[in-house]
């Protein structure tokens, strides 16, 4: 179908083979960290609101260096990804030693920049703007921006990243990405809004993830949540012999894999977010026995489940204010059937913009 001038796939199956895609962490209020909680003077930070040295206004910005973020500074980002679509608003509430530290309104849970990697949040590297995406930086701008520059880079995967400024016009430099099974990704940075404006990965002629930033202001206020330390958790993709069988970070193929299992998630993750998918029928018709489940146990003795019957393609996005501890998973496949699990775990930090006085 079309949905604003691009071709939209729609998602059954789509996601699952060839572009398994990672997801990060979201947010519930609840076991969220304060500013308060361990920071002192001399420490590498993190730092929230005015504990920052962050200016209320960015100043001068180019394409000569990475911009400085202002404390407050947002944006709002229209994402898609196959046929999902997510509205995002994204402010800056502080920094770091070497990054700047992006959140989002509290009581919101985004899929988007966490589950599907676009657009960045939690900690953007200082110097270049990267992001976390399965504990790799998503590197997609290299200061200077010249006309002609090419560098080499990382996909949140490892697949090899060959990136090429095209152009430069004014304040903006059009860049295009050739990205090792994925496809082609164009996007233009923007320097005066300090960020990537518009980005599009097409692959086989379908643009299947991108987004738009759509507004732009300074002097946000209201109560943000950051994910620090975002840690890729688990990736499982589970079938029968011949299809995919997949776990760690860069869901390596380990045909066939284990059914079920359990992973201890260490150090101080607060929250959760996962994405649990069951397709009854993967590469060809359902055929006799299709069948897909899968359940996931918490460290606190939560249990999530999804199933689907031939034909059927089920899926469930979870947020959970849990993180360390040990989590376990229990798949049944049936023929030419499979399921996939990820999940990512950060500390959720909170901070009020602009503070009380």
């Known amino acids: 179908m079309e949905d604003g001038g691009r071709s939209v796939r729609t998602r059954r199956h789509a996601w699952l083979g060839g572009s398994l895609l990672g997801l990060g962490f979201v947010f519930l209020l609840a076991g969220c960290l304060s500013v308060e909680d361990g920071f002192q003077d001399g420490s590498p930070g993190p730092w929230l609101g005015v504990e920052s040295e962050l200016a209320s206004h960015p100043g001068e910005r180019g394409l000569e260096v990475a911009p400085s973020f202002a404390l ?92 090429q400024v095209e152009h430069v016009a004014g304040n903006e430099a059009h860049l295009v990405a050739e990205i090792e099974n994925r ?47 975002i840690e890729q958790a688990f990736c499982r993709f589970i079938g029968q012999a011949g299809l995919y069988q997949t776990q760690g970070r860069d869901c390596e193929a380990t045909d066939p894999g284990p059914m079920s299992g359990i992973v201890p998630i260490d150090g101080d993750a607060t929250n959760a977010v996962f994405l ?12 006799a026995g299709a069948y897909a489940h899968l359940q996931v146990e918490t460290p606190a003795g939560n249990t999530f489940e999804v199933e689907a019957m031939a034909g059927d393609d089920a899926h469930a996005y979870h947020h959970v204010p849990e993180g360390a501890g040990a989590w376990s998973y229990e798949a049944t496949v049936g023929p030419n059937s499979v399921v996939l699990l990820e999940g990512a775990v950060y500390q959720a930090l909170e901070a009020t913009l602009p503070p009380a006085s």
């Open 72 to 163: 407050g500074e947002w944006w709002t980002v229209e994402a898609f990804w196959w046929d999902k679509e997510e509205t995002v608003t994204l402010a800056v509430a502080g920094e770091d030693a070497d990054s700047f530290l992006v959140g989002y309104p509290a009581g919101k849970a985004y899929d988007m920049p966490f589950i599907h990697h676009y657009p960045g949040i939690g900690e953007i590297r200082k110097h270049d703007l990267a992001y976390l995406a399965h504990d790799r930086w998503m590197k997609f701008l290299d200061f200077p921006l010249t006309d002609g520059k090419a560098w080499d880079a990382s996909y949140y995967l490892g697949e090899p990243m060959t990136i």
């Open 276 to 287: 649990m998918d069951a397709v009854a029928g993967y590469t060809v018709a359902p055929g």
């Open 183 to 229: 496809g082609t990704a164009s996007y233009t940075y923007n320097a005066s809004l300090g960020a990537v404006t518009s980005y599009e990965l097409v692959r086989d002629g379908t643009a299947w993830v991108g987004f738009d930033v759509v507004d732009h202001g300074l002097g946000y206020e209201g109560d943000l949540v950051v994910p620090y330390g």
